[in-house]
Structure formats: C-alpha cells, structure tokens
Nanobody, 123 residues
C-alpha cells in the first residue's frame, strides 16, 4: 500500500515561488505514473501536472504551463512541483497522486492520494 505525504505548501506573494514535495512509502515509485492536482473549497479537484515513471515525459494544464515544473527523484521516492510566478488564482489545496503504469490526466484513474498541502498566494 503506497502512502503519499505532501509538504512545502504555505503562503507566497504574487510573483513568488514555492516547491512542493510528495514523499512516498510502501512502494517503489519508479513503477508509478504520478500527478499533481489541486482543489478549492466547494470546487472539483483539477489536474495540474503529470509525469511518467522515469521523468522523461511530462504534461501540464494550460493554466500552469511555463510556470510550474513537475519532477521526480526515484532514488528518494519523492515527487516535486516547482511553482514559479505564482498568482492569487493558484491558491488551492494541492494533492499528489500515483497509479501503477503510465500517468493519466483524470483524477479517477489514480489509486493513491496524499492528504494535500495548502498553497495560498497573496496579491
């Protein structure tokens, strides 16, 4: 049973940066496609970025393309999301997710989820 724990969220000013981490245990991450999603209160969870098992292939939502970078370190069993040029509309709870096999863009195709980390961007 894979367990995921996010960290690195917090408060940032508009134009600033944050780096989220997602530490995995209970499994070997290099077998999993992984993704980041985000969710505002009362809203549906939305796709942010995804990465394949080796890190050689990534995909981003249009809203974050060019600002966010997803990466992974399989030796450390950790997934990252570098967030630059943050805007107030990036304020959300961010979740990491993992699934056996290739990454996907839809949240219902991910089996394992972290508990989320809050990102708040002030203007």
């Amino acid at each position: 049973q894979v367990q995921l724990v996010e960290s690195g969220g917090g408060l940032a000013q508009a134009g600033g940066s944050l780096r989220l981490s997602c530490a995995a245990s209970g499994g070997t991450l290099n077998m999993y496609g992984m993704g980041w999603f985000r969710q505002a209160p009362g809203r549906e969870r939305k796709f942010v970025a995804a990465i394949n098992w080796s890190g050689s292939s990534t995909y981003y939502a249009d809203s974050v393309k060019g600002r966010f970078t997803i990466s992974r370190d399989n030796a450390k069993n950790t997934l990252y999301l570098q967030m630059n040029s943050l805007q107030p509309e990036d304020t959300d709870v961010y979740y990491c997710a993992a699934r056996e096999g290739p990454y996907r863009l839809k949240l219902d195709e991910y089996r394992y989820w972290g508990q989320g980390t809050q990102v708040t961007v002030s203007s």
